[in-house]
């Protein structure tokens, strides 16, 4: 509690109007000690004219919060709300295991080390299985990308998938997405839509009209730079994970033995792969790479990306199309 | 405020770190938001230095004292970040003379709260130094007391209590000729 001069002078005698007001701030701030709230209290049953004052000043104080609290531009934009808990959370659940090591007592730090070989054993496996794919995928002539495909229509994909663009997809989810690490800040849709590519314009509106497939919502809609690569970036969120739906202009990254762009049809074909332990879906269009990337299971990210899938090849073909 | 607080095997027990956190730290996002826009007096910054807070706050959160004022916390965080970001941070500038001196001189001059507009209440607080505006925030706005305002200024709690008496002080100045244009403002008599 806040002890000053004036509260000395107010001992023993009567507070005077000037007296108060030099600690008026505090009183008001409930910042007084017990001695001296007695003396305000005292002097303030005696003078109207400081009782007004009082009453004025608190007035304003809460005009002031309710004016502050009222602004409009001092109220969080829901999306921005909704992306931030996204992130908070996406953030807090993937640095949980450095959380509990450095948080936990020593029994239960013996039981962590068991759970980390064996996580760790279980990686090894993963790596010797996913190499051996790799390896046969290698062999096959189809390169050292493609690690599964979409179960649709087997035997029939056009060779749609470009390793380092999606690298970069998943670059781009992990920065931009749940960290929010970008080097350089996301502009809107339509900003980037006069700039660079037409398709973002109302690339959003195409996307999210309608109903969004059960289950899945709506966080935010920009458009955002990773290693270079522009990206229209859509985040959502399913099962509680965030994903990234990204579409970036492919036009001079077509494949130089592909003998024409792939058709409407064509480009509803999905291939799923992993990079850096995240599931990506594509699709690509005459001129544009379509990526779904999350960190669900690979299933279900496949499973999303179909559902997503027609009215992002549907509205991107029809632009590319004039 | 900063203490490293030991957490012990009960706390972890059935809660996670983010459950914590929301529970603790996500009711004052609102309140955050205000006093990084009023801060940065811009949108997208005030949206950056919002969640640079709240991740700073999230990683450091196991050093947050369970039962103490956790918006008091986070303000102090964000008021570090403000002043990272912006290097020669304008709150931590000195109090000019001049500004000190307009302070002191200014007369009490009694407004009418009743008749004024959120706008007009906004606009004058625009008009008083940033220094002091910011001290006022906290306090009048945010609910801070003397003492968490100074520690998460890094201003000593004298600066701090004769800073926000000048705010308001100030404050009611600038709204003094609204308050005699509508009758109000004489001085009563010393009792």
């Known amino acids: 509690m806040i002890s000053r001069g004036t509260e000395g002078k107010s001992k023993g005698m009567k507070m005077r109007c000037h007296q108060f007001r030099e600690i008026a701030d505090s009183y008001v701030g409930n910042e007084l000690n017990a001695e001296t709230t007695h003396a305000v209290n005292s002097h303030l049953t005696n003078c109207t004219g400081c009782c007004r004052e009082l009453s004025a000043r608190r007035e304003l104080s809460a005009r002031l919060r309710d004016a502050l609290i009222n602004a409009p531009e001092n109220r969080m934009r829901p999306e921005f709300t909704n992306i931030l808990r996204a992130r908070l959370r996406d953030y807090a659940q993937s640095n949980s295991t450095a959380s509990v090591v450095a948080l936990s007592s020593k029994s239960s730090s013996a039981k962590f080390r068991r759970a980390a070989s064996a996580a760790l054993a279980a990686c ?13 995928e290698w062999n096959t002539g189809r390169g050292p990308v493609a690690v599964s495909s979409d179960a649709s229509k087997p035997g029939q994909l056009p060779n749609l998938f470009n390793a380092s663009l999606a690298k970069s997809a998943v670059g781009d989810h992990r920065h931009c997405a749940i960290h929010f690490r970008l080097s350089e800040k996301p502009i809107d849709l339509e900003e980037a839509g006069r700039k660079h590519d037409p398709s973002d314009v109302n690339l959003s509106r195409a996307i999210l009209s ?33 994903v990234s739906l990204l579409i970036t202009d492919n036009e001079g990254n077509m494949r130089t033995n592909q003998p024409s762009p792939p058709t409407v049809e064509q480009a509803t074909f999905i291939q799923c792969s992993q990079f850096d332990g995240y599931p990506v879906s594509c699709l690509q269009t005459a001129r544009h790479a379509i990526f779904v990337v999350s960190d669900l299971s690979e299933g279900a990210n496949l499973a999303l990306a179909r559902a997503l899938a027609p009215r992002a090849v549907m509205y991107v073909t029809h632009i590319e199309q004039g | 405020m900063f203490r490293e607080a030991p957490v012990t095997e009960s706390q972890l027990e059935g809660t996670t770190h983010w459950e914590r956190f929301e529970s603790e730290a996500m009711p004052h996002v609102a309140s955050l938001f205000r006093i990084a826009r009023w801060l940065t ?75 004024l507009t959120d706008e007009e209440v906004l606009s004058a607080l625009r008009r008083i130094p940033r220094t002091f505006q910011e001290v006022v925030v906290l306090a009048d706005v945010e609910g801070l007391t003397y003492k968490e305002i100074a520690a998460a200024t890094q201003i000593p709690m004298g600066t701090v209590m004769s800073r926000i008496s000048r705010g ?10 609204y308050a005699r244009a509508h009758g109000f403002g004489e001085q009563h008599r010393e009792g």
């Open chain 1, 124 to 136: 090894l496996l993963l790596a010797l299985v996913i190499g051996a794919a790799v390896l046969r």
């Open chain 2, 41 to 115: 007096r811009n949108q997208t910054e005030a949206e950056d230095l919002l969640q640079e807070t709240l991740l700073e706050a999230l990683r450091s959160f196991h050093r947050f004292t369970q039962g103490t004022n956790c918006r008091a916390w986070l303000v102090s965080i964000m008021y570090h970040h403000q002043s990272k970001n912006r290097r020669a941070a304008i709150h931590l500038h000195l109090v000019s003379d001049a500004e000190e001196r307009i302070a002191e001189t200014i007369a009490f001059e009694e407004p009418a709260p009743q008749n």
């Open chain 2, 168 to 177: 308001r002080k100030l404050l009611r100045s600038e709204l003094a000729a």
């Open chain 1, 210 to 242: 309608g109903d969004l497939p059960t289950g899945v919502e709506f966080l935010a809609a920009h458009s955002c730079i990773f290693e270079s690569r522009r990206f229209a970036h859509i985040v959502l969120r399913y099962q509680g994970r965030l």
